[in-house]
């Protein structure tokens, strides 16, 4: 059993309520699992406190939430010293198909480069949940033009699946650390 800590940036709850299934699908494998948002205090994340890690974020204009890139970029060492897996919640889902593939197939700069910080053991993106108040006027006039579709657009399948798999990892991983 592993003592596992996610740590999300929503700010609308989407990331949020992925990782919440994340840490319950980690948990009925057996795993420890505490679910938290990041917090923008520096060294207030508890990155070493854990036998493994699971970050996500909300990606705003192509990158990860400040909070989220301000603890990837701060604690790279620990991350890099550790398992982690990441993930990043977007709208692709919400795009009319063409632009969603190549969404799906393109990584942001920002959110790769985070991802050559910590090097983890993988990074998935998932799509979240976009309602017309989450955008401003002129984002809600592009998102009208470019045809894209507002509701909840997570796949909770995937979402799972990705947890079982990170739970087998955990599995094959030696004890240490603050388990208990």
Known sequence: MAFVRILY?????????????????L?????????QALDPAPGRQGLDQADALVMGSA???GAWLPEAEA??????????????WMFSVGM???????LRLLADRAEQPPIAALVDVVRPQEHR????V??????????AVLFRLL????????????VEAWADEIAGQLDELPAHGPAE
């Open 130 to 139: 976009i309602r017309r108040e989450h955008l401003d006027r002129e984002g």
């Open 27 to 35: 948990r009925t494998h057996g795993h420890r699992a505490e679910v």
């Open 92 to 98: 692709s889902a919400a795009l009319p198909k063409p």
């Open 71 to 84: 603890a990837v970029r701060g604690g790279a060492e620990q991350l890099r010293e550790q398992p982690v």
């Open 9 to 25: 940036a929503s700010e609308h709850h989407s990331t949020q309520e992925i990782a919440e299934r994340i840490g319950a699908r």
């Open 125 to 128: 993106r998932f799509s979240g």
């Open 59 to 61: 990606v705003h204009d």
């Open 147 to 158: 045809g894209c579709r507002y509701g909840d657009h997570r796949d909770w399948a995937a």
